[in-house]
């Protein structure tokens, strides 16, 4: 686990005061992931992702946190994925590569952890893992077509697609028996997946200058080589199938 990033903490800590005093004893877990656990977040460009474990997720209690966790997204950027302590075992079979990334590296901001003893089967890891590449392109594809000709669209498309990217790839790493340590970051990933997956170094480090809010001369020429990427780690995830 990492420490959030400055700038965050006041203003989160305070939504999950609110949180717990709306949601009471139906609340069993508030956990952070995604950039702002690996130490990736980036203010104006990541999301403040949340997994949100409750009891029961009844239409009553939604509508009762809904004004919460809308201010949240308002100010915050809060996206959660709201799931009940029942329903974890059997989203860990659909939602492999999520909840993977989140047992990997996470913040708990309250409750206990509620991924302790949830298990990731290696198949499903598989076959999630080649989907969520493919859908990563297919997108990509259709997005183009709508922001092509425009390099700031372009970039912004790449900046978007930069943290699903290396997440996706920490989960085809760990596939291919190569780990990359918790709290590595999205820099690890990309080093590791150069190194063990043969990758393109230059495509990877593009994507995480892009995210940093470094300039990129050549949009077009870095889209190109995400596609190319993309395409090369599907080939590695359908050689990994059993």
């Known amino acids: 686990m990492t420490e959030t990033p400055p700038g965050i903490p006041p203003a989160l800590d305070a939504f999950v005061v609110r949180l717990r005093e709306t949601a009471g004893s139906g609340l069993v877990a508030l956990l952070a ?17 949340l997994l949100l474990v409750l009891e029961s997720a009844d239409v009553e209690t939604l509508r009762r946190l809904g004004p919460v966790l809308r201010e949240a997204r308002r100010e915050l950027g809060v996206d959660p994925f709201v799931v009940t302590r029942g329903e974890l075992p059997r989203v860990a079979d659909v939602f492999p590569v999520k909840l993977r990334a989140i047992r990997l590296n996470h913040l708990v901001l309250a409750g206990e952890n509620p991924l302790d003893g949830i298990e990731v089967g290696r198949e499903h890891l ?56 918790p709290g590595g970051g999205y820099a690890a990933v990309g080093d590791a997946a150069a190194e063990h997956l043969g990758l393109d170094a230059a495509v ?33 995830a359908d050689g990994l199938a059993s």
């Open 204 to 236: 990877l480090g593009g994507m995480l200058e892009l995210r940093r809010g470094d300039d990129v001369e050549d949009p077009e020429g870095l889209f190109d080589g995400v596609i190319a990427l993309l395409e090369a780690a599907i080939g590695l």
């Open 33 to 49: 992931y995604g950039s702002l656990a690996t130490g990736d977040y980036v203010p104006d460009v990541s999301d403040v992702n």
């Open 126 to 181: 598989r076959l999630r893992t080649e989907q969520a590449l493919r859908n990563h392109l297919l997108r990509l594809r259709r997005r183009y077509l709508e922001v092509q000709g425009d390099d700031a669209s372009l970039r912004w498309l790449l900046v978007r697609a930069s943290g699903t990217l290396f997440v996706v790839l920490e989960a085809l790493l760990y596939l291919s028996g190569h780990e990359v340590p």
